[in-house]
């Protein structure tokens, strides 16, 4: 079995090549059954809380997916939201490529750079149906490895040319606004979110919050919001105004059921499950027109994820194993 460290699953997964990959993906067939979800529960005994009776919550997803390509993937991903506080990553993920028609297994693969790029790769596919042509300005929420690569993606299909951060941790959002001008990016902290909010021309959060961030009141016309961060029902990014009177498109039919942002919205009355205009595989078919029905108008994306993306990315891996 072969081994892909983190540069090499990440050389071939440039978002010139894997957003296209992706729309090929979702427009064909591919058998995605429903992630396996399990809260993860343990005693705080390593020194990390002064109270022994303290316990660690955390959320194990394991995700397959194989196609007639002939290959089968599992992504096993563990999110523990208070690893922040210990100077950790939030999320940790491994991927396994195996042959679809034998079960061999192939490779194993960074799935933490997986999980991330084609995160961002969907986030930019959504956008190249949903955003208008002409938006420039990128806000971005969030500061995590996802939230890193999102200027990159969503220029790959709009032309971005100012990128603002917001995070709950202002010197967080600094340091990433210097990294992102030391590539060459024009790019800002924002400190007051509403006025980022109103000045955006897509919006993007890719955080782990519990609480809404984003109000449906802050967001301009014609822009458009990217909620690529919560992926079950007690995580929420945006408030349930936020899709009043806007079209929303999801990544997959699982949102509605996974989407803490969804089902809020829908208790609230300004969403209803009819009400989605469609996925990511009825745009890639061009199944409902071309996603964005004019320049007035306010989109909103919801993705909970899909084991689709991450097969599609590992194949790639795969497949420039001899011609990177």
Known sequence: ??????????????????????????????????????????????GSSDNVNDVIKGTVLIMPAWSDAGFLGIKTINIFPGNSA????????????????????????????????????????????????????????????????????????????????????????????????AEGWNAQAATNLEAAVRQADIVSCATLATAPLVRGGWLAPGSHLD????????????????????????????????????????AAGTLRAQDVQGTLASLCRAENGTGRANDSERTVFKAVGSALEDLTAATLVWQSRDNP
């Open 227 to 266: 909620l690529i961060g919560s992926f079950t029902p007690a995580m929420r990014e945006a408030d349930a105004h936020c899709f009043a009177g806007a079209r929303t498109f999801v990544d997959t039919d699982e949102a509605l059921q996974k989407s803490g942002d969804l089902l809020d919205a829908m």
């Open 1 to 46: 079995m072969k081994h892909f460290d983190e540069a090499a699953t990440r050389a071939p997964l440039g978002f010139e090549r894997l957003v296209p990959a992706l729309r090929t993906a979702f427009a064909g067939q591919a058998q995605v059954p429903p992630r396996h979800v399990h809260g993860i529960e343990t005693a705080a005994q390593d």
């Open 86 to 181: 210990r100077g950790l990553p939030g999320l940790h993920a491994t991927y396994v490529l195996y042959d679809a028609r034998t079960g061999v297994p192939l490779a194993l693969m960074d799935g933490n750079e997986i999980t991330a790029r084609r995160t961002a790769a969907a986030s930019a596919l959504g956008a190249s149906f949903l955003a208008r042509r002409g938006a420039r300005r990128l806000l971005v929420l969030g500061t995590g490895r996802i939230a890193r690569m999102l200027p990159a993606a969503h220029a790959s299909v709009r032309p971005i040319d100012e990128v603002r951060v917001w995070n709950h941790r202002p010197e967080g959002a600094e340091a990433l606004a210097a990294q992102w001008r």
